[in-house]
């Protein structure tokens, strides 16, 4: 009996609000049979199809006026190979769900981002990220995928079987077809040690690449408007596990990182004045603190307060002038942030549209709290990130399109040819897609 829900239709919100989408119907199907179906369909009635997870991107990388597809059917695992050291889950498997699995058998991811509500394959095409010295994306992670394409059928992919799709796809931004289920390279569970402490701005910026050479993962906050920062330094451990405790944790992960700050931001908000004061204070709420855990509960964190991002990949080794050129902005500015600015690196990869394809980067992601002018702010910054050759992250706000990524990807012609070649009459499209790779 089919499980499909299809037929509805009505107005797609992304997490963040900023993106509206009404779609002329949603289809909910539950097997990779009936998604090449649904595709099909809408080729034949000349409808776009996009593929939507957990609204987690601030684009419009999964709108669309067409069929919008919801994997949330298509989930789960479905094969551990443990001699490979792989597992291959269902594309609309949550990044949480897959994380307590894996868990459960022994098994972890080798790095991840710092949230995991994401579907695993919605995270992978926009190269979502965490931060390493050696380590890379999520998307670095993948040995295999399952895509279906424009016609309908099903590519497998992997290095040995259309290792040219497999290049491209696995940071595909939905334009090369629908994925199905990916295969991740896993290795067996270990141990992190979390080092959480405050650190001055000029300190982290004067010893960024030591902290960066002498850490596996090593990530830091600025806060607007303060000179202060907060750092975040994740290693292998031999252990014992020393979690947070459960009393410690409530305070610092929920009442103040996320209650707190909810209500910070709402008072900002309705009296921006008040935000430089704020984040002098938010900037010293969080005590230094060391624990021991497993990865994801090390690298992932609850994120409640909603907010706008926009983040850019840069040349690693121009963080940290990137970074003081955006704060004398912030300083001589009038301008009111009261998030904090996140920055991560990545080692350099072969993905043809990662914003680390080719070289050693640096993210730094600017935010605003949901329902806060944020245009002012992102513009400014953009133009800082954009003098430093910077790419933007595929499911964060930019104003980016196909003349300038044809300049910073070296690789940008191998992946619109493949587009062309996959999808030649657009059934993947929509405006933001035109935008960034052309039409």
Sequence with gaps: MSTTVSGKSGTWRNWAG????????????????????????????????????????????????????????????????????TVTVEAGTPLKRLNVALAREGLSLTNMGDIMEQTVSGATSTGTHGTGRDSASIAAQIKGLELVTADGSLLTCSEEEN????????????????????????????????????????????????????????????????????????????????????????IEDEFLSNGVFQVANLVGRAAPATIPTIAKISSRALSARTYTDIPYKVFTSPRRVRFVEMEYAVPREALVETLRELKTMVDRSSLRVSFPVEVRTAPADDIALSTASGRESAYIAVHMFRGTPYQAYFT??????????????????????AEYFSKVYPRFGEFTALRDRLDPDRRFENDYLRRVLGS
């Excluded at 597809?69 to 695992?77: E, F, V, Y």
């Excluded at 960024?208 to 290693?235: A, I, M, Q, S, V």
């Excluded at 954009?386 to 930019?398: C, I, M, N, Q, S």
Aim: negative net charge.
């Design 18 to 85: 900023n993106v509206t989408a009404r779609p002329v119907r949603e289809v909910t199907p539950a097997s990779v049979e009936e998604l090449s179906a649904a595709v099909r369909k809408a080729a034949d009635e000349g409808l776009r199809v996009k593929a939507v997870g957990t609204g987690h991107s601030f684009t419009a990388a999964a709108a669309t006026d067409g069929v919008l597809i919801r994997p949330q059917l298509l989930t789960g695992i479905r094969n551990i190979d443990r001699a490979a050291g």
């Design 163 to 250: 290792p040219d799709v497999f290049a491209a796809a696995r940071v595909g931004i939905g334009a090369l077809g629908i994925v199905t289920a990916i295969t991740f390279s896993v290795e067996p569970i270990f141990l992190l040690t979390a080092r959480e402490e405050p650190m001055t701005f000029d300190k982290v910026t004067a010893d960024f690449d030591e902290l960066f050479t002498e850490n596996e993962h090593f990530e830091f906050y600025w806060f607007p408007h303060t000179g202060n920062c907060n750092t975040k330094r994740n290693n292998r451990s031999a252990g014992p596990e020393k979690p947070i405790g459960q009393i410690g944790g409530w």
């Design 380 to 401: 400014a910054a953009e133009r800082i990130f954009t003098a430093h050759e910077g790419r933007p992250h595929w499911g964060k706000v930019h104003t980016r399109d």
